[in-house]
């Protein structure tokens, strides 16, 4: 490719922060939850990088023609692809992100099959190249402006984020955006180059606890039989079925070898009843959240099942459909609360909010 420079680009990263940034010389852009991807484009050359420098192209075809028409004839973007449709007929549009998680599969046909029932969109934020300019040594409100400028005639499935150098504005969205699925707000200076490979974005998240039934564990690969790897949690519906709803992880040493003296005395036999471990008339397992799976890819999900009883408080940031969206952290154990009170009900939902909203925003192209 004839561009300023060429693939691999290690994508501009973000730091945690706890709250949005405050002063002057910030812009904000809601949060998207999808795949990054960093397109280049020479003419009729296109290569989709994902942010660990690997080629998106074959996942997502439906999205080749649409960038080639709506994206300069040379140039390097910046953004996200995303799959957005509606959970029922009825329900208003939001980011399915277990749609993006299907694509990634080695055939051909259904890759072909999804891109047509479920198609992607592309999500720009950041122009880091354009003809022969290298803009990446550019302030961001250069690159903003030209990124405008240069999608100006873009249409559907190819946006640019919304973004807004107002704090106030960025709170709104911070709450209202929730319930279309994207996760949070990332802010950015004005005055800043682009770095790739560094934290110098801020990325604040929707932060919550709930208290949830441990119903077993995974050991951790580095020391099966000595360290908890990841807590398996559950919640109760409205009916009493206890479901498998994520994990908690990222444990230190510490905290793993401690874990797997608490728990590893608690794990059942083999034919012991628990309401993961469902059983065919002869017995024998059904499968079961954590068994393996077609996505899995050989990894292994062994896990050991302990009596759901013990309480736990995790932080996650939010839920989709009947699951956390992100690995939950530990907080703390909470045997004064009964596993028969951890229910979905204790759960804060946001109202949705129409994709087209968010993508019509003022400050949007």
């Known amino acids: 490719m004839a561009l300023p420079f060429t693939p691999p680009l290690e994508p501009m990263l973000a730091a945690l922060s706890p709250e949005i940034p405050d002063g002057p010389g910030w812009l ?20 989709v990088q994902s942010r660990d420098l690997k080629p998106l192209d074959r996942y997502f075809p439906e999205l080749a023609a649409p960038l080639r028409s709506s994206l300069p004839d040379r140039c390097v973007v910046d953004g996200e692809i995303v799959i957005a449709r509606r959970a029922t007929p009825d329900a208003p549009m939001g980011l399915d992100f277990d749609a993006l998680l299907q694509r990634i599969h080695p055939a051909a046909s259904r890759v072909a099959m999804l891109a047509a029932t479920t198609p ?72 800043g180059a682009y770095e790739p490979g560094r934290r110098s974005m801020v990325k604040v998240k929707h932060a919550r606890t709930a208290d949830c039934v441990v119903g077993g564990f995974r050991w951790h690969k580095d020391g099966p039989g000595t360290m908890v790897g990841s807590l398996l949690l559950g919640l109760h519906d409205a009916a009493g079925e206890l479901h498998h709803v ?45 068994a393996q799976s077609r996505w899995s890819r050989g990894r292994s999900l062994d896990w050991e099942p302990i009596a759901p009883e013990r309480v736990v408080e995790v932080g996650y940031d939010h839920l989709q459909g009947p699951r956390f969206r992100h690995a939950t952290q530990l907080v703390r154990w909470r045997p004064d609360r009964s596993p028969a009170d951890c229910r979905y009900d204790q759960l804060e939902e946001t109202p949705p909010h129409e994709l087209g909203e968010i993508l019509g925003a003022e400050g949007g192209r």
């Open 120 to 191: 992607a969109s592309f999500v720009s934020w950041d122009l880091l190249a354009e003809g022969d300019d290298d803009l990446r040594g550019r302030p961001l409100a250069e690159r903003r402006e030209r990124l405008v400028a240069a999608l100006a005639s873009a249409r559907p499935p190819v946006h640019v984020t919304p973004a807004t150098a107002d704090r106030a504005t960025a709170l709104d969205w911070f709450q209202r955006f929730e319930g279309a699925g994207l996760d949070g707000i990332v802010a950015k200076r004005l005055d």
């Open 246 to 290: 994520g994990v908690a992880s990222g444990f230190s040493r510490e905290r793993r070898l401690a874990l797997a003296a608490e728990l590893g005395p608690l794990r059942l036999p083999p034919d012991a009843p628990h309401p993961w471990i469902p059983r065919d008339e002869a017995g024998e397992p059904i499968r079961y959240p954590g």
């Open 28 to 47: 904000f852009e809601p949060k998207w939850d999808g795949f990054r991807a960093v397109v280049f484009r020479d003419g009729e050359a296109l290569l």
